[in-house]
């Protein structure tokens, strides 16, 4: 399952963290990945972008791309596996434009690879920051859909090299492991294999990146479950931190085996303790069991830990075939962030989110790429979700929801 980003960044410029031409990671994956990027033009003008690529090293990958990008929501695809000026391997890329842009990364399998397919997507980094948070990662995580591994990306936005600092608490446990990145280059990604680092112990973690000094990154994580699972999640800035968050649509167990785990941090710097944090969800209309759910944290939060709900495994709390929106709140107005995963329990088939800050007044977003039924089968659904107190009528107009 590929997951659709809805951006709602209006600026003119655009980072990508990780790209990769066509390479296969001997650590977390085995996969013969490659990536490919959209751009969508957020302004009624027509633009040009210009795309910079590095290597881990900051070195220039290949000369930089200038790519005509049409106005009112236009687009530009860029697949990195049909370029033949960039070698295999890992690497970055930087996007700047004279007008606003947004833009989504797939990560799928190279095409010339005939391998089962996996793939995961982020949205690409509109601005940098110092401090990121990842409310779940894992070295050697035991899931229901195997062996989870993620890799940590941090890419230098700065105007000089950086370094970072990765604070890894394991869940059930309140002291971090911190690990020390340093000499970033400017416009490059380094690429943290967590099930290399033999300071940590396997199971899952939650993660703080932190800009020691000056500077500043952007950070995205990939997550990849046993041989053909990958979700992808951008990393919350602290400056993302809210007490309310909105979730567009929780599954419980349908009949197609698809379900929902969601997994909240607790960044507030003290203790949560037990019932200040209430998931909140009614049914959609079409749920084949229309129970409002009301449930709450039974448990004290440490800093920096984390509240976690699983439709698959936690039966007592979730009806089978059950689906709709929920929202997740603190009493007490603590910091929190979320995240979203989707899984099949009966394949590999998953994809990852960021919760929506519930205090969002958008009125326009912007998909940066959707399908209807393509040869391949892929196709894309989008759900609306109302933040406000008062019924609305949403239009999906060519592409641009409004």
Same mark, same amino acid.
């Given at each position: ?246 979730? $567009? /649509?929780?599954?419980?167990? !349908?009949? @197609?085996?698809?379900? =929902?785990?969601?997994?909240?941090? +607790? *960044? %507030? ?98 998909? $940066? /790429?959707?399908?209807?039924? !393509?040869? @391949?089968?892929?196709? =894309?659904?989008?759900?609306?979700? +109302? *933040? %406000? ?14």
């Amino acid at each position: 399952m590929k997951a659709q980003r809805i951006l709602m960044a209006f600026i003119a410029l655009v980072l990508v963290a990780g790209l990769t031409a066509g390479m296969v990671s001997a650590q977390a994956t085995t996969k013969s990945l490659a990536t490919n990027f959209t751009l969508v033009n957020l302004s009624p003008n027509d633009t040009e972008a210009t795309v910079n690529y590095y290597l881990p090293d900051g070195s220039a990958w290949k000369d930089p791309d200038v790519i005509p990008v049409p106005g009112n929501g236009g687009q530009a695809i860029v697949r990195q596996y049909t370029d033949p000026d960039l070698s295999d391997g890992l690497g970055s890329a930087a996007v700047t434009s004279l007008e606003p842009l947004a833009g989504l990364v797939q990560q799928v399998i190279d095409p010339a690879a005939g391998q089962v397919p996996t793939s995961g997507a982020y949205a690409a980094i509109s601005e940098g920051g110092t401090t990121f948070y990842v409310p779940q990662v894992a070295k050697n995580g035991s899931s229901a859909t195997g062996i989870a591994n993620s890799v940590i990306i941090v890419q230098n936005l700065g105007a000089a090299t950086v370094d970072v600092d990765i604070s890894l608490t394991k869940y059930g446990e309140t002291t971090p492991i911190v690990e020390s990145i340093t000499d970033i280059a400017i416009g490059a990604s380094y690429y943290y294999e967590m099930n290399l680092d033999d300071d940590l112990s396997n199971g899952f973690y939650s993660a703080v990146v932190e800009v020691v000094g000056d500077g500043s990154v952007g950070v995205v994580a990939n997550t990849f479950f046993g041989a053909d699972g990958l979700m992808s999640v951008n990393a919350f800035p602290a400056e993302a931190l809210t007490s309310g968050w909105s979730i $567009p /649509l929780v599954f419980s167990r !349908l009949s @197609n085996s698809l379900v =929902t785990s969601l997994i909240f941090q +607790n *960044l %507030s710097g003290e203790i949560i303790p037990a019932g200040d944090i209430n998931l909140y969800c009614t049914p959609d209309p079409g749920s084949g069991d229309q129970s409002t759910l009301d449930l709450y944290n039974p448990s004290d939060i440490a800093v920096n830990g984390i509240v976690a709900w699983n439709t698959l495994t936690q039966t007592g709390l979730f009806p089978t075939n059950w689906y709709g929106p929920c929202t997740v709140t603190s009493a007490t107005d603590k910091g929190i962030v979320g995240i979203v995963q989707y899984r099949f329990s009966a394949n590999q088939n998953m994809s990852a989110y960021e919760a929506i800050p519930s205090t969002s007044i958008d009125t326009t977003v912007f998909v $940066p /790429l959707g399908a209807k039924t !393509l040869t @391949n089968k892929f196709c =894309t659904a989008i759900t609306v979700m +109302n *933040l %406000s107190d008062a019924d609305i009528t949403a239009d999906l107009v060519s592409g641009l929801a409004t």
